[in-house]
């Protein structure tokens, strides 16, 4: 039990070998909470999983400095970890909560035209959408575009006419 006090401490009256300690054991869970998350919670980059990387960060840094106890803040990351998975399997079977969870996407250009009304819903103006265009049709001639969407995710994209 001493050797246990002397490597992590306790309080926030801790010194550079407990600091370090406690980095090294929040990597490791952080590392399992994070298999257990799934790959979407950090690959997706949707509201859901943007969630669930700052509580992550911000309530396992209260571990590392001492700032809570360990064994709670380690708990309550696992819920978080949990409930993100419960919602990602919702999202996955349900159209409905996913629309909810996740939004849908929303057309910017379509028929030649940029649709007003889209741009004002997705908050971008021209030049976002001609970024978007540049970066995944590889153009700048809107000639040669059918349709942009702002993804539910964030991203732009463009499909090419055929």
């Excluded at 909470?33 to 799934?38: E, H, K, W």
């Excluded at 690959?43 to 001492?66: E, F, H, K, Q, Y």
């Excluded at 996955?92 to 996913?98: A, V």
């Excluded at 889209?118 to 103006?125: D, F, I, K, P, R």
Aim: proline share 2%.
């Amino acid at each position: 039990m001493e050797l246990l006090h002397t490597l992590f401490g306790e309080g926030r009256n801790l010194d550079t070998l407990q600091m370090s300690s406690r980095g090294v054991a929040v990597f490791l869970i952080a590392f399992v909470l994070i298999r257990i998350s799934g790959r979407r919670s950090f690959g997706l980059r949707m509201p859901l999983d943007n969630i669930i990387t700052i509580l992550l960060g911000a309530i396992l840094s209260r571990a590392v400095v001492g700032v809570s106890p360990f064994i709670p803040v380690i708990i309550s990351c696992f819920v978080i970890v949990l409930l993100h998975r419960g919602f990602s399997w919702l999202i996955m079977h349900s159209p409905k909560f996913s629309r909810i969870a996740g939004g849908s996407k929303i057309a910017l250009f379509e028929n030649g035209k940029f649709i007003k009304s889209g741009m004002e819903t997705g908050l971008v103006c021209q030049e976002d959408i001609m970024q978007g265009v540049r970066k995944s049709a590889l153009t700048e001639d809107m000639k040669t575009i059918e349709k942009v969407y702002i993804e539910r995710n964030g991203e732009i994209s463009a499909i090419r006419k055929t």
